[in-house]
């Protein structure tokens, strides 16, 4: 497929408001938003990036700062896993205000990607039960099947287990 140079400025603009968005993610992922073109032109893409100032890579990481340890988040990298896995649904999305790490829409919902460790699930129940949204459903990250049966707000549409490498894997809730 050829690419135009007004396509190919399109595509940096959404990749410069990407990574501005959630500063930090790793280089990986920030690949597959581009999966639809050819390795070279997502080269290139890179490549006009980092020439601009605009991203940087070190090893796997890309970010918008040189400093980018101060910025990494990796819950926010396991949310982005869950993100990427649905994101030919998903119409637009931003990093959300905590507890949630981000917040994606598609034509029929809102979502918002919960990561909660062990430990903190008393916190994000009393959050989400007072301050909860009715038009958003939850996916929660969990760090193990055992939390699952931890949360009781509304509207949790699924739980997921996100494995180092990206791998989502969901867990429909039945509650």
Not at 22 to 49: A, G, H, N, S
Not at 124 to 149: C, G, P, W
Request: include cysteine; glycine fraction near 2%.
């Amino acid at each position: 497929m050829m690419q135009g140079r007004d396509a190919l400025q399109k595509d940096k603009k959404k990749m410069r408001e990407v990574i501005s968005e959630y500063k930090v993610l790793r280089l990986d992922q920030f690949k597959m938003l581009l999966k639809d073109l050819e390795p070279r032109l997502i080269k290139t893409i890179l490549t006009f990036m980092i020439s601009d100032n605009t991203l940087y890579i070190f090893d796997d990481i890309c970010s918008t700062k040189e400093d980018w340890q101060h910025y990494y988040d990796p819950d926010v990298i396991k949310a982005f896993w869950v993100l990427l896995d649905n994101l030919d649904d998903i119409r637009h999305h931003i990093k959300a205000e905590p507890p949630a790490k981000l917040l994606f829409m598609t034509d029929k919902d809102t979502y918002d990607v919960i990561v909660a460790h062990k430990g903190e699930e008393n916190l994000i129940n009393m959050y989400y039960r007072s301050f909860a949204d009715e038009r958003v459903k939850h996916l929660i990250v969990v760090d193990s099947k055992e939390q699952m049966t931890d949360f009781d707000f509304n509207n949790i549409f699924a739980y997921c287990l996100v494995s180092d490498d990206g791998q989502v894997t969901y867990y429909r809730n039945e509650g």
